[in-house]
Nanobody, 127 residues
Framework: QVQLVESGGDFMQPGGSLRLSCAAS????????MTWYRQAPGKQREWVAT????????NYPDSVKGRFTISRDDARSTVFLEMDRLKPEDTAVYYC??????????WGPGTQVTVSWGQGTQVTVSS
């Protein structure tokens, strides 16, 4: 049974870094190009990064180029996404899957990445 399980999502402040993992099973992982996707609330799923068979070629959309790095460990059937200089617009649920031309496997649960300064905390000083 084909299975994809994403992990590593977290709540981060802008400018931070995060590393996502996707463990694959049930298919010959090393023979497939793999892709990370993301879906923000109210938006369609979009392409984030692709790594070809062998790991020697990777492609990114302009929105993440220079900030995100995709890699793979074929021995562990795992694909990674290193995300640096995170921005609030990177907030989304992140998924991995085979690249579109390979034919999608069943989608995993995804992993939530939230980039925000948070609500802050009120400090009052009075004499």
């Amino acid at each position: 049974q084909v299975q994809l399980v994403e992990s590593g999502g977290d709540f981060m402040q802008p400018g931070g870094s995060l590393r996502l993992s996707c463990a694959a099973s049930g298919f010959a992982f090393a023979r497939y190009s793999m892709t990370w996707y993301r879906q923000a609330p109210g938006k369609q799923r979009e392409w984030v990064a692709t790594i070809r068979v062998g790991g020697t070629r990777a492609n990114y959309p302009d929105s993440v180029k220079g900030r995100f790095t995709i890699s793979r460990d074929d021995a562990r059937s795992t694909v990674f996404l290193e995300m640096d200089r995170l921005k609030p617009e990177d907030t989304a649920v992140y998924y991995c899957n085979k690249s579109p031309w390979e034919g999608y496997a069943n989608w995993g649960p995804g992993t939530q990445v939230t980039v925000s300064w948070g609500q802050g905390t009120q400090v009052t000083v009075s004499s």
